[in-house]
């Protein structure tokens, strides 16, 4: 079993609805991650969050939410979807940073469409 | 404005070949960079790191090699094989941030039986 965990893993919506991605982890880990990958460019983070309490936003957090509802879930919400949130999306974990090189560990990632 | 900068998009070589793959940085204050590979509907995973400390960093077939004059590194991949086609990530983190990832925008590599 995948040690970061993401579902769906492809969905289609249409402009204006609510949609969740969420992800789950076994690797044990406090850090959480989420980011968006378009076509041509590299990863960018949406939100993180370093512990249950701890919610951060990152460079694009504009029309998205966030929800860590234990140490092993991490959810993504897009309360009205737009069309340019059509993208693939990744969670990702990690340890605190000077405990383990500072990895990130990705899940195989959510591919939203919205028409 | 882009930090982390891979500036070829693809790059194809001969299995058994040396594959070379360039990133630059602008941000001065990274101190660790990683290299990432990412397989078509999989996510990136770890492949390979140097902390900014080091000029070179081994792992089998892959080399990591840090110039921080020159805000390069660049990784070596001898010798090349067909599973090692792929887009490859590089990533920095540092410059007053403890966990935020910045990316390139990624190498597609193909190697050619």
């Known amino acids: 079993d995948a040690d970061v965990t993401q579902t769906p893993r492809n969905r289609i919506t249409k402009t204006g609805k609510r949609i969740m991605l969420e992800c789950s982890q076994t690797?044990?880990?406090?850090?959480m991650y989420w980011y968006r990958q378009d076509p041509g460019l590299g990863l960018r983070l949406i939100y993180y969050?370093?512990?249950?309490?701890?919610?951060n936003k990152g460079e694009i957090s504009d029309g998205y939410s966030v929800s860590r509802q234990a140490q092993a879930k991490f959810s993504l919400s897009l309360e009205s979807a737009i069309p340019n949130q059509t993208a693939l999306y990744f969670c990702?974990?990690?340890?605190?940073?000077?405990?383990?090189?500072?990895?990130?560990?990705f899940g195989a990632g959510t591919r939203l469409s919205v028409l | 404005d882009q930090q982390v900068k891979q500036n070829s998009p693809s790059l194809s070589v001969q299995e058994g070949r040396i594959s070379i793959l360039n990133c630059d940085y602008t941000?001065?204050?990274?101190?660790?960079f990683l290299w990432y590979k990412k397989y078509p509907a999989e996510g990136p995973t770890f492949l390979i790191s140097?902390?900014?400390?080091?000029d070179k960093n081994e792992d089998g077939r892959f080399t990591v090699f840090l110039n921080k004059s020159a805000k390069h590194l660049s990784l070596h991949i001898v010798p090349s094989q067909p599973g090692d086609s792929a887009v490859y990530f590089c990533?920095?983190?540092?410059?007053?941030?403890?966990?935020?990832?910045?990316f390139g925008k990624g190498t597609l590599l193909t190697v050619n039986p």
């Open positions: 990702a974990t990690s340890e605190p940073r000077g405990l383990a090189k500072n990895i990130q560990y």
């Open positions: 690797k044990g880990h406090d850090r």
């Open positions: 969050s370093f512990d249950v309490k701890d919610i």
């Open positions: 941000n001065s204050m990274f101190d660790y």
């Open positions: 140097i902390s900014s400390i080091k």
């Open positions: 990533a920095a983190i540092g410059g007053g941030s403890n966990y935020k990832l910045t």
